[in-house]
């Protein structure tokens, strides 16, 4: 037998709370079944969570014919636990996704094919219930709030002051082009989805929500036995790393280069060139876990250079050439390349193969 689930049964196109038997309806429970849920699971009544109980209701009420779907919530605030109250889309088994436009909206779709329908709330519809309307628009301060009022014109609204409209969603939304293989990212040596390129996207940068005992802070402090020496009393200190000055139309080299002794006429140069600080070296390099810039770029060189392939022997500005040593066919390897220029910090220029 085909069963449909209770909510393609329902009335369509209703913003009005939908009643049964048991009074005003939301899902498959009585508003006050819904509060209660509300309570336990989102750990207290929040004016959010019982106006996106009525959203996501009507959204279920109008849904197109298919067995299965999934939810997109556009704020994070709220509407989401809705979403997981009276649907099976969580974000757990990832039927449910958070794309915070900070919009008050959620759209429901059918997964294979991406019809579906977006619930929003019209603030030109508010004016009927001015204390949901403050409340949206945050106006009032917490004690100025009547939370029994709030909730009184909740209930009444139903989802009157939401639109509707129906939406398609793009491909990547639909379960047909969501699976993807997975590999071992190269530096972590966490699992992580292969498109998202050659490295995981924590190690592109984007894990930037903790650091762990052995990484400390070092990034965003001075670099050890490094001291930043304001300009004018650089004289006589040694330039640590090659300088490079653009002028426009012309072509850019390094102005100083590394191991260069500043002098009082130099000063204007470097002023001319931005530089408000120079770097000195408290300790000498030997002693430093920090790697100069041209000893990296020269480590990269050898690594990276395979059968056939030279490179410079002094790097110069952090950069080192690799150059064919005999004519042949240039083979790259795409992976490698690309994996390594997702890492921040670091550039490899190619030619095609
Ligand atoms: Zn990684």
């Known amino acids: 037998m085909d069963v449909q689930p209770w909510y393609f049964m329902m009335e369509k ?19 006050d079944e819904y509060v209660e849920r509300v309570k336990s699971f989102h750990g207290a009544v929040a004016p959010g969570v019982a106006i996106g109980g009525f959203m ?30 009276l649907t099976p889309c969580t974000i757990g088994n990832g039927w449910l996704r958070i794309i ?5 909206a959620v759209t429901l779709y059918e997964k294979f094919g991406g019809e579906g329908v977006r619930v929003f709330v019209d603030p030109g519809k508010l004016e009927a219930w001015p204390e949901i309307d403050a409340w949206f628009f945050k106006r009032k301060s917490k ?3 009547d939370i029994d009022l709030l909730m009184t014109e909740i209930r009444e609204a139903g989802a009157r002051y939401c639109g509707i409209q129906k939406v398609q969603l793009t491909s990547r939304f639909t379960r047909a082009e969501r699976r993807g293989d997975f590999s071992i990212c190269p530096i972590c040596m966490e699992s992580y989805p292969v498109a998202d390129g050659g490295i995981c996207r924590a190690c592109q940068g984007d894990a930037n929500y903790y650091v762990t005992e052995s990484e400390d802070l070092r990034k965003d402090t001075e670099a050890p036995g490094l001291k930043k020496v304001p300009l004018e009393e650089a004289v006589g200190l040694k330039v640590l790393h090659d300088m490079t000055q653009i002028v426009p139309g012309q072509e850019k080299g390094p102005a100083f280069k590394r191991d260069h002794r500043i002098s009082p006429g130099d000063l204007c140069r ?32 050898k690594a990276m250079a395979g059968e056939g392939i030279t490179f410079t022997e002094t790097p110069a500005e952090g950069k080192a050439d690799l150059l064919a040593e005999r004519d042949g066919l240039l083979v790259v390897d795409e992976k490698g390349l690309e994996a390594f220029n ?12």
């Open 143 to 145: 004690e100025e709030q």
């Open 13 to 31: 196109h209703t913003h009005k709370a939908f009643t049964n038997e048991k009074g005003i309806a939301i899902g498959p429970y009585s508003y």
């Open 56 to 85: 996501v209701d009507l959204a279920l009420r109008n849904l197109p014919k298919g067995e299965f779907f999934d939810a997109v919530c556009e704020t994070r605030a709220c509407l989401p636990d809705a979403v997981q109250l």
């Open 342 to 353: 997702t890492v921040s910090g670091v550039m490899c220029a190619s030619r095609h193969n």
């Open 100 to 104: 915070n436009l900070g919009r008050y």
């Open 270 to 301: 470097l002023q001319q060139m931005g530089r408000k600080n120079i770097y000195t070296m408290e300790t000498g390099p030997e002693e430093s876990e920090w790697v100069h810039e041209d000893r990296a770029a020269l480590a990269f060189a």
